[in-house]
């Protein structure tokens, strides 16, 4: 039976809440729970999991709903409790910080010391308007959030672009500024290399491999995934390009992306043909067919890397793939490559690579959940919308990874599971931990059933992460997990195990004539890109405590929907406020 509690203008955060949904699926005698705020969004995801309930739809936005479904009544009592300890929890620990928290602009800007970063992890709908008002303020704007239209995109680009500013996202996972993680970023050395990248999980594998070589980055300036669409136009990369540019410390750009539109990549190759540094290029999913004189195109995230550290020591790059040694005995039955990610463009980057070894033989079945989905194999972004709606991503949840490894027990023919542990800030405190009983029931259950299996994992990280790099891959090890260096040398490590290979490029140098560009860019991204920012963070409060830890300054603003969370009159207050010159 469904049990409703609705706790009324009471709001809190969409992760916050969504752990808190986990803690009490674990009650015992609860079928199932789910605790989050009553927006119209909220209440479709409750509907479609089968949640839905009469007095739910009296929840506003600023009111936190709790459904429960247990055949005993008296465990919502239980489930009440759970949550008012919890709240209060959260309550405690925000009484208790270092007091610099406000609940409006007008606090937030009084309360900050010259800031110059809005960084934004609030629910969708909402984000796009904080990021305007960000913009009014004469902040850049880091837009962890997504579900933001394509259109308010553009809108909020353009904006920017004349202010001279940048905004960097939205769904912009990762971002380095002048040593400052944001988001979900590991704790990378500083050096000479710059880069810009339209991918998260990208910009980490590659910040962390240059790190392990004993290399640096300046910074790493995320765009969001969509910036070289057609409609987006690559603004933030082209903004971002121009600044590394001109930052006398940057050495080496490296451009992170997957395919843009043909359009925008010529744009983008435009301008960097106009500068005299080297760069290197990842288009990822494009299979190089040339390189140029001053301008090395990769195929992989770890070649990326590789050249970008190369370029940096002043040597000529070349890149040999690896792979790693591994024991096991397959039937000829078993002939599967399951790929489990938390990382979308390392999920995307396995998909490339198997497509790429297996061209001639795989069919593909249509699916839409699946970045791959073959006759024999699947790769999945397990942080992919299908997979996240009322949920946690898998860099901190680590339940559907958990299942998805479980289901794999059942199936004989396939060969190799492969998995990534993406640590650093903002991610889950010991993946590892909570992955390692899982993969060490999988692997005994094949030996069980007569046959061997291999688990591949790849730790993206560095040794300065609070995870401890060296320890989680101990961790994996010692569950019977074969670590891989890179996410590169995990697939190719099982594409062969299955009898497969990868080719690498082998292409010539060739020159192309370019149109001379204006690489001139504002002072005040010059300005932010070399210096500690001074952020104002509106939403996820552990994003704060990684800005404070990295010794920058950063006011926690306790954000929730003004007007009932009515987004017409959200709009209509907002054009006032700025029309009158007051802020909100």
């Not at 690896?322 to 998909?351: F, H, P, R, W």
């Not at 059942?410 to 990534?420: L, R």
């Not at 688990?455 to 609070?466: E, F, S």
């Not at 010692?478 to 890179?486: D, F, L, Y």
């Amino acid at each position: 039976m469904l049990y409703t509690i609705i706790k009324e203008n009471t709001y809190k955060d969409s992760i916050v809440l969504m752990l808190l949904s986990n803690k009490l699926s674990a009650i015992d005698g609860v079928n199932k729970v789910s605790i989050m705020m009553g927006t119209p969004a909220n209440k479709d995801i409750f509907k479609s999991s089968g949640l839905g309930t009469d007095e739910l739809e009296k929840a506003k936005p600023n009111d936190i709903v709790i459904v429960v479904d247990t055949d005993q009544e008296e465990k919502v009592d239980e489930v009440k409790e759970e949550v008012e300890v919890a709240l209060k929890g959260e309550s405690d620990s925000q009484d208790s910080s270092k007091g610099q928290e406000a609940h409006n602009w007008k606090r937030a800007m009084e309360l900050a010391n010259n800031p110059n970063l809005a960084l934004i992890s609030i629910p969708g709908q909402y984000a796009a308007m904080e990021a305007e008002n960000a913009l009014n303020e004469g902040l850049h704007v880091f837009m962890f959030s997504d579900n933001v239209s394509k259109e308010d995109e553009v809108k909020l680009k353009q904006k920017a672009h004349e202010k001279g500013l940048l905004v960097m996202g939205p769904d912009c996972g990762t971002a380095l500024i002048h040593g400052v993680p944001l988001a979900f970023t590991n704790n990378v050395n500083e050096g000479d290399i710059g880069i810009v990248g339209a991918s998260g999980t990208g910009i980490q594998e590659v910040t962390t491999i240059i790190d392990r070589y004993g290399k640096g980055v300046t910074n790493a300036l995320g765009t969001g995934g969509r910036d070289l669409s057609t409609e987006v136009g690559a603004i933030t990369m082209l903004d971002s390009i121009k600044a590394l540019n001109q930052d006398p410390k940057v050495k080496v750009i490296t451009v992170i992306s997957k395919p843009p539109a043909e359009e925008v990549k010529r744009k983008v190759l435009n301008v960097l043909r106009n500068i005299d540094k080297p760069v290197v290029t990842l288009f990822l999913g494009d299979k190089p067919t040339y390189q140029e004189a001053s301008i090395y195109h990769a195929y992989t995230l770890e070649e990326a890397a590789v050249a970008a550290v190369q370029l940096s020591n002043g040597e000529k790059p070349s890149f040999e793939p690896s792979m790693a040694d591994v024991n096991v005995v397959l039937k000829d039955t078993q002939v599967g490559i399951k790929g489990y990610y938390s990382g979308g463009t390392l999920a995307s980057e396995a998909a490339m690579l198997v497509r790429d070894a297996f061209k001639d033989t795989i069919t593909e079945e249509q699916n839409d959940s699946y970045v791959l989905k073959t006759n024999n194999h699947e790769i999945i972004d397990l942080g992919d919308d299908v997979y996240t709606k009322g949920k946690p991503h898998p860099m901190i949840d680590p339940e559907k990874r958990i299942e998805m490894l479980e289901s794999s027990m059942n199936d004989p023919e396939t060969a190799v599971i492969i998995i990534d542990n993406v640590i650093g800030n903002g991610g889950h405190e010991d993946m590892a931990s909570e992955l390692a009983p899982t993969i060490k029931r999988v692997l005994d259950s094949a030996r069980q059933d007569g046959r061997q299996l291999a688990v591949l994992a790849t730790v993206v990280g560095t040794a300065q992460d609070i995870q401890g790099y060296d320890k989680q891959i101990e961790i994996l090890k010692e569950s019977g997990a074969i670590i891989c260096k890179t996410n590169d040398q995990m697939v190719r490590t099982a594409i062969q195990l299955v009898g497969g290979t990868v080719d690498q490029p082998s292409v010539d140098v060739q020159k192309f004539d370019y149109t001379e560009e204006n690489l001139a860019v504002d002072e005040k991204i010059m300005s932010f890109i070399n210096m500690k920012p001074s952020v104002i963070n509106i939403g996820l409060k552990s994003f704060t405590e990684a800005v404070q830890n990295s010794g920058s300054e950063c006011v926690q603003f306790n954000w929730r929907p003004i007007a009932g969370g009515d987004e017409k009159l959200m709009k209509v207050l907002q054009f006032l406020n700025y029309y009158e010159g007051g802020t909100i």
